[in-house]
């Protein structure tokens, strides 16, 4: 019996998939990267924007096509929001909302009837990303939020905040590291809301993965910015955190926020920014910018770029606003033409692309340590690697080493599309790592 997996959207969503690879392979199901050969076809949809609902009903017909004979299960924001258009208008064999998704495996099992093969199934701490060329791993640590922004149609499909123990995400990333994994991306829905059901916050999370796991490199996911707990920034002084966070601000104008129902004005977050710069060494901040919420004025817009460039953000992830049915931003009066969304968009990827280059070329002459992912590609130099600084920036380096799921000390000599760098001349010590 084989299963394809599949998924689209976020980091969470990348962890729900990984732990679906563990759960199926328990019980001897087994994994394939082709469709065509699957049995069984699982997808992980995403409704975060209008596009997004496109592209996850794009898949679903894609997998029908090549793969008719399969069985297909879906899940994720777009099934748990429309199920019964999912599987009524795209032939889906079995819709699991999100509610349930933790035992999704166990579901589609005893649902559809599967064929498995316990007595020779493999164990769930088997299986690991590294099988599939993956060398991060994300970790599901919690699920749901309690905020109600007034464009997230997300809220609406991901239900309640629910947190995992403590005990469980350490396990799981001790697991993971003796697997030969080097990273780590603890993620959720509303990650800074970690514990609040429990009694718990991210600070004593973060705090015990450091003390109770050896794992190299730990990266946390989106964090909205009004979440962080006090001292948070405390927790960077240990190098095996990485210094790089994505924090979404989606305006920088103050009356827009208000309009988003956001929870941090642009204020708040330049001073936040300054308080982590100080502390923390290279910090890179990315973010996220909504173009074209409803009733956004040309002043308004522009206290977005000035904001911006204000924050010297690493990278900006630019979205151009799309109305979601369900939430209250759809509702909002004086919606911004196409035209002037698509011309606001290309000024702002102008700017952030400074910014991005900027802070690249600040980075030029250092020493860091890059954990090297992937195949390498066969350039005139030699073998080109890529790979990822602590700061989450991209490094392309020529070694005829075989450096896969390394961590070796490279100097930053040069900037292409993305920094180049050389191998420092520091012999291999032994480990997964060149240090």
Not at 84 to 103: C, F, M, R, S, Y
Not at 108 to 129: F, G, H, V
Not at 378 to 388: E, F, I, K, N
Request: a neutral charge; hydrophobic letters at 35%.
């Amino acid at each position: 019996m084989y299963v394809h997996l599949k998924t689209l959207g976020c980091r969470l969503n990348e962890a729900e998939l990984e732990s679906w690879s563990r759960d199926f392979q328990a019980q001897g199901v087994l994994l394939t990267a082709s469709p065509e050969n699957a049995d069984l076809l699982v997808i992980n949809t995403c409704a975060v924007t209008r596009e997004a609902v496109k592209k996850s009903r794009k898949l679903l017909r894609r997998a029908q096509r090549d793969n008719p004979g399969a069985k297909l299960v879906i899940s994720g924001c777009y099934a748990s929001l429309n199920p019964e258009q999912a599987a009524a208008d795209l032939g889906v064999d079995l819709v699991i909302p999100n509610t349930e998704k933790e035992h999704l495996a166990e579901i589609a099992i005893r649902e559809l009837a599967l064929p498995t093969m316990p007595a020779s199934a493999m164990e769930p701490d088997n299986y690991s990303p590294l099988q599939h060329n993956r060398q991060r791993a994300f970790i599901k640590v919690q699920d749901g939020c309690r905020y109600r922004c007034s464009y997230c149609i997300v809220t609406l499909a991901r239900g309640e905040e629910r947190s995992r123990s403590i005990g469980d995400i350490v396990e799981q990333i001790n697991s993971l590291h003796t697997q030969g994994l080097q990273e780590v991306v603890l993620a959720g829905v509303h990650l800074g809301g970690y514990g609040s059901d429990s009694g718990s916050n991210l600070k004593q999370l973060v705090t015990a993965v450091l003390t109770d796991t050896s794992i190299p490199r730990i990266r946390l996911g989106s964090l909205e910015p009004w979440d962080l707990p006090q001292g948070f920034w405390d927790l960077f002084a240990n190098p095996r955190l990485m210094p790089h966070l994505h924090l979404p601000m989606q305006s920088g104008a103050d009356s827009v926020l208000r309009r988003m129902s956001r929870r941090c004005r642009s204020g708040e977050f330049l001073q936040l920014l300054q308080g982590a710069r100080k502390q923390i060494p290279d910090f890179n901040v990315t973010t996220d910018i909504i173009v074209g919420f409803p009733g956004e004025t040309e002043d308004e817009w522009k206290q977005t770029l000035d904001f911006v460039e204000q924050a010297g953000f690493g990278h900006v992830h630019v979205f151009a606003f799309s109305p979601r049915s369900g939430t209250r931003a759809a509702m909002l009066p004086d919606p911004v033409p196409h035209e002037t969304k698509r011309r606001r968009s290309e000024e702002l990827h102008t700017l952030a692309e400074k910014l991005k280059s900027r802070f690249m070329r600040s980075q030029l002459g250092k020493q860091v340590e890059v954990l090297v992912e992937g195949n390498p590609q066969q350039t005139s130099q030699g073998q080109a690697w890529l790979g990822y600084t602590p700061n989450y920036l991209r490094v392309s380096l020529t070694s005829a080493q075989d450096l896969k799921n390394l961590i070796v000390p490279v100097r930053l000599t040069g900037l292409d599309e993305q920094l180049l760098g050389e191998m420092a001349d520091i012999p291999l010590s032994g480990g997964n790592s060149i240090k």
